[in-house]
């Protein structure tokens, strides 16, 4: 009997002690008994599963402390020690890599963007080596590690298997670089645009829906499909491919390094349809003031793109499609344009946004996936027993 009892009380500890962090990660600090009340557990339950989180070195117990003038007993106040471990976010772009350490509340602690060559798999896995390690980072502190690579990857493997845009990343080449800088944690490689879509999920305009696509819209072409309230990465791990969808458009003078529908819409497009030698900022300052050469090109790429959200519309049905990539800077001049041109379909079209995020998408999307890592690894119930 004494041996069940036992059990069942260590359980209890182990499970306390889980809803506890999970609370106390969403608050930060607080008092005990605030704790308390919110997980509805009595006082004595959450000092116990504190002093193991505290031997964790996951929550620092203050002694209480009585304000000037004050009456009755002082708290005694509990914070999340978000600076007990961190998790490294590396995003690879051609030519450059941004790296991002951020702690265990996902603020960032170090934001580093460094150059990137590229001539060879040897070299850029020497040239990301030397980034990691001039930035500061400090490997033994890194608990995980989640990677971005412009092309298909294996999630499992961490295997770059294509990439048109960036040739030399295929194989491990972006694995060898960062183990290679002494990080010593698990290492995660998956697509950017599928991270970018988690990103907005997480620190985007806050969406509940179950169904939503991210588009990534810029020279090049891409979206990350949540389905169901999961993301969805089709048979051959690149579902979202959108840069290859083929609507029988006649060629454009968009090169024959992208993809028909990349040719079609993408940004090297419509700076071509501008008709004048301009940059995407200069182009969509004009357009912002209305000027006719940029308001037009803009009008023509939209009523294109919108035929893609047709397809996306008749296949899939999404709640809402969000806009982002170097397309954004655009804005509503964009967005109006593409409500405007979906008008005449058929089908309910899905609602659209534009991201709110930009480039840091793919940051945040690194930094959710290495701290869910985290969660499902050291915070659970577990992780936990194993203390």
Do not use: C
């Amino acid at each position: 009997m004494t041996r069940t009892v036992a059990v069942g009380t260590k359980f209890m500890l182990e499970n306390n002690a889980a809803a506890i962090l999970t609370h106390l990660r969403a608050v930060r600090r607080a008092p005990v008994s605030a704790i308390a009340k919110d997980t509805g557990l009595s006082r004595q339950a959450v000092t116990r599963s504190l002093a193991v989180l505290e031997s964790m070195e996951l929550a620092e117990i203050s002694a209480p402390e009585r304000a000037a003038g004050g009456t009755g007993r002082p708290p005694q106040m509990v914070r999340f020690r978000a600076e007990a471990g961190q998790v490294l976010s590396v995003v690879v772009n051609p030519g450059t890599v941004r790296i991002v350490v951020a702690d265990l509340a996902g603020e960032f602690t170090t934001d580093v963007t460094a150059a990137l060559r590229r001539s060879s798999r040897r070299s850029l896995t020497d040239s990301l080596r030397k980034a990691i390690e001039r930035s500061g980072v400090d490997p033994a502190g890194i608990w995980h590690a989640t990677a971005s690579a412009p092309g298909i990857v294996d999630p499992v493997t961490g295997h770059v298997g294509l990439s048109v845009s960036m040739p030399e990343v295929t194989g491990d080449a972006i694995l060898a670089g960062i183990q290679s800088a002494g990080i010593t944690a698990p290492v995660y490689v998956d697509n950017d645009v599928k991270l970018a879509t988690e990103g907005e999920r997480w620190r985007g305009t806050p969406h509940v829906e179950d169904s939503l696509v991210f588009v990534d819209w810029g020279e090049r072409i891409g979206a990350g499909i949540v389905l169901r309230g999961e993301l969805y990465r089709g048979a051959s791990n690149d579902a979202g491919d959108l840069g290859y969808l083929d609507l029988a458009a006649p060629k454009t003078g968009g090169g024959d390094d992208l993809g028909p529908f990349e040719r079609w819409v993408g940004t090297r497009e419509l700076l071509r349809l501008a008709g004048r030698p301009v940059a995407l900022p200069e182009l969509a300052a004009a357009a912002h003031r209305g000027e006719r050469w940029a308001t037009g090109a803009v009008g023509k790429v939209a009523s294109r793109f919108a035929k893609g959200v047709a397809a996306i519309r008749a296949l899939l049905d999404p709640e809402v499609v969000v806009l982002g990539g170097d397309i954004v800077v655009l804005g509503e001049v964009l967005l109006d344009a593409v409500i405007g041109a979906l008008e005449t379909e058929e089908l309910r079209q899905p609602r659209l946004e534009l991201s709110t995020l930009g480039a840091d998408a793919i940051v945040y999307g690194a930094v959710r996936h290495s701290l869910a890592w985290v969660e499902r690894e050291r915070f659970d119930v577990r992780a936990i027993r194993q203390r």
